[in-house]
């Protein structure tokens, strides 16, 4: 199995809170993996540290890319994401303004940033550029089954739409690895259940590594082949599904008890 991801003795400190303590984990190519864990318990600011929102405080982060490993530990968001990490927030961020289509073009035309000149001079391979992003962009829409809404505002669309949306638009940007928080919040179980087999088709069709903070049980344990769980900063049990339903500790953390009884 290939390296993805390795995570060493990762800790991020809050004041005097630490909230992720010495976390390690590697993750392998093609996985999916869950990260879950009570209300609190770092899985956020686990993800902010692997996506360079906020860096660590101690340990590092490294990303094999194409071009080789990568410390990532002190880069900035959009540096990690040039490195083709892609992630959705907890609270839906996209331009709701916008349409479904615009948000996918946005993401995608970010991959030729590079290419300002062209750009500028309207040079032919710019034509070609916007005709392939263009349908790079319907295609991607027809997979996410969001082509009837196109053309709408996102705001204007039902919530677990605009879950979808913002799933195509991190994968519009080509990642390698995707990381997604809470992908089923707010999700009635129908939503929850076709959320689960597009996830399943992303990582298959793709070939995207996969990484996800769910709350939704049903979800986690249906999908992910793998999960690590996290209380108050440790990870304190990783497993197949099997195991994690039935690890003591783990049943401890989430009903809250301190004895074993
Ligand atoms: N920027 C910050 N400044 C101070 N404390 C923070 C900050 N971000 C998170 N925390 C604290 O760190 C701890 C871990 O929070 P985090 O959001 O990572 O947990 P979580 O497992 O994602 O929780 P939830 O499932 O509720 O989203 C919490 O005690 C939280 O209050």
Do not use: C, W
């Amino acid at each position: 199995m290939t390296k993805q991801l390795v995570i060493d003795h990762v800790s991020k400190v809050f004041g005097g809170l630490k909230a992720v303590a010495d976390v390690s984990l590697t993750i392998n190519q093609g996985a999916l993996i869950a990260l879950i864990g009570p209300n609190g318990a770092g899985k956020t600011t686990l993800f902010n540290m692997l996506t360079g929102e906020s860096g660590p405080t101690t340990g590092k982060i490294t990303l094999s890319t194409a071009s080789g490993d990568v410390d990532i530990s002190k880069k900035k968001a959009y540096q990690v994401a040039k490195l083709g990490v892609a992630r959705t927030f907890q609270n839906i961020r996209l331009f709701g303004a916008m349409s479904v289509k615009e948000n996918v073009l946005v993401a995608r035309t970010h991959l030729y940033h590079e290419d300002f000149l062209g750009t500028v001079l309207r040079l032919p391979q710019f034509y070609q550029r916007e005709h392939d992003v263009g349908a790079a962009a319907d295609e991607l829409l027809d997979f996410f089954d969001l082509t009837a809404v196109a053309d709408e505002p996102t705001a204007s669309l039902p919530y677990g739409t605009q879950r979808r949306v913002e799933i195509v638009r991190a994968v519009a940007t080509k990642p390698q690895l995707l990381f997604l928080d809470e992908p089923a919040a707010g999700m009635n179980p129908e939503e929850t259940a076709d959320l689960s087999r597009l996830i399943a088709r992303v990582r298959e069709h793709f070939g995207i590594t996969v990484v996800l903070i769910e709350h939704d049980m049903s979800l986690v344990m249906n999908l992910a082949e793998y999960i690590y769980v996290l209380d108050h900063g440790a990870m304190i049990a990783k497993g197949t599904p099997q195991v994690i339903q039935r690890d003591p500790q783990v049943i401890r953390a989430y009903l809250g008890g301190d004895s074993d009884a």
